[in-house]
């Protein structure tokens, strides 16, 4: 390092002019310094200004964070499934719907089984099932009416083949009242006793004849009358047995 030439003269008039010119211009040095630095600071001020108002700086990831390319979209905007022309994810198919009251109970339900069965049910305020209407997947419909408790108290269904079929039970669930079409096309009315299981049931057959039969407690017809195709009247008494005691004509 070099000292000013000026600090060696002679303490003369000259030399004082030199060292004060020397002094003006380390002043001016030191100034333009400090300007410089007030630039920079300002700079780096407004940067920050304009990161907070505007939008954040980007940063930019690490390198063991980048997508990968299986990651990435065929058109770079993002992972794969996210794009705007990336196909919805599927959804899953809705099983069952269920309605519930201001409480939370719930009061409807709607869906399906897996056995393929579909379904459709009210519930009462205890969310006991009152009102229930099944499909089958082998195509038999029905509709129950069931009590406070839960039993089906009426029934009405068609089965697989057709055939419809209208029940009624007493409180404990115990068929008293059924009427229907059987297999052999007769329309059939039957009255039950559930304590004995007596009946009475009263049917028109398939080839139009109709009938009318009393019977007892072991299912025996004890009596039956009818008409036969030409009209003429039938009647038949049956034993404790089931043997023939009367028979007309």
């Known amino acids: 390092m070099q000292s000013d030439p000026s600090l060696r003269d002679p303490v003369t008039v000259e030399a004082l002019v030199r060292r004060v010119e020397a002094l003006e211009r380390g002043r001016r040095r030191a100034r333009g310094t400090a300007l410089v630095s007030v630039a920079a600071l300002a700079v780096l001020g407004l940067s920050g200004f304009v990161a907070q108002d505007g939008e954040p700086p980007q940063e930019e990831p690490p390198a063991g964070d980048a997508p990968s390319a299986d990651e990435q979209g065929a058109d770079g905007e993002g ?101 229907g079409i059987d297999p052999g096309a007769a329309t059939r009315l039957r009255l039950v006793d559930p304590e004995s299981g007596r009946d009475v049931e009263l049917y028109v057959l398939g080839e139009g004849r109709p009938g009318l039969a009393l019977g007892g407690r072991t299912g025996i017809d004890h009596a039956s009358m009818g008409l036969s195709e030409t009209d003429s009247p039938g009647l038949r008494l049956r034993d404790a047995r089931g043997e023939v005691v009367f028979e007309r004509p």
């Open 79 to 179: 992972p794969r499934g996210e794009g705007p022309g990336a196909a919805p994810a599927p959804e899953e198919p809705l099983r069952e719907l269920v309605l519930t009251d201001a409480k939370g109970r719930r009061r409807v339900w709607l869906g399906t089984r897996d056995g393929g069965a579909a379904g459709f049910g009210l519930y009462d305020a205890a969310g006991t099932a009152r009102a229930e209407l099944f499909l089958a997947d082998g195509g038999e419909a029905r509709l129950m009416l069931n009590d406070r408790h839960g039993r089906p108290r009426a029934y009405l269904g068609v089965g697989e083949g057709g055939r419809p079929l209208l029940r009624l039970a007493d409180d404990q669930g115990r068929p008293v009242l059924e009427a």
